[in-house]
């Protein structure tokens, strides 16, 4: 699935869900990266997917972001977290280059999984994945609506010999785990769009308006 099919399967979604009214608002008030960032961007990450560079065309981040006088917070994927039911953030241009050195903080994560393993409480780290965050690039694109303290979601461009590059790291806390769910970017909207786009609740819709 391309970046543009993904962001009008969301839009249907949100629709379907009574949430038009916050969908329309929101497109009036979005903008997208630019194209100053987005070479900033690319210098950074020469393999950026071109599927998720489509979509911050389209809208840079909905991560408590700030447009014009409004911050809003809006889900915009999921995962294989409760059947996709879990939902994320999209990270903009200014959260994806603050979180370049995220993937340090897997470093106690690696330790304990190679030093200490624990089967039933983990950590649990997929073989598709390179055990050692010195050799770790990877793109971390989104944080869950837990603000990243539960799950975050990355692209990794430095796989195992047995994953594959661009393949989408889920991480999940408490049991600590490390899967990977799709073998790419694209693969990873397939994922959502088969799931149901489920990450979408009129209930706990998040929404902040500053006067």
């Known amino acids: 699935m391309t970046g543009t099919e993904y962001i009008k399967k969301l839009e249907e979604t949100y629709r379907k869900n009574g949430l038009e009214e916050k969908w329309n608002h929101l497109m009036k008030i979005k903008s997208g990266i630019t194209e100053k960032n987005k070479r900033k961007l690319l210098k950074e990450y020469p393999e950026f997917p071109e599927a998720l560079l489509k979509i911050l065309d389209f809208i840079d981040g909905t991560y408590w972001r700030t447009y014009g ?3 809003v917070a809006y889900y915009f994927f999921g995962s294989d977290i ?14 994806i280059m603050e979180n370049v050195e995220s993937v340090l903080n897997m470093e106690d994560l690696f330790y304990y999984f190679l030093n200490e393993p624990d089967e039933k409480f983990g950590p649990f780290v997929d073989e598709k994945i390179i055990p050692d965050v010195d050799k770790l690039k990877w793109i971390n694109f989104a944080d869950c609506m837990n603000n990243g303290g539960t799950s975050s979601l990355y692209i990794d461009l430095t796989p195992s010999e047995k994953g594959k590059k661009g393949q989408i790291v889920r991480y999940l806390h408490d049991p ?13 909207l397939d994922l959502l769009a088969n799931k149901g786009m489920k990450f979408i609740h009129t209930d706990d819709f998040e929404w902040k308006f500053i006067l």
């Open 176 to 188: 600590d785990e490390l899967k990977v769910i799709a073998d790419s970017f694209e693969d990873f």
């Open 82 to 95: 409760d059947n996709g039911e879990y939902p994320y953030y999209l990270f903009s241009f200014n959260d």
């Open 69 to 71: 006088e409004e911050e």
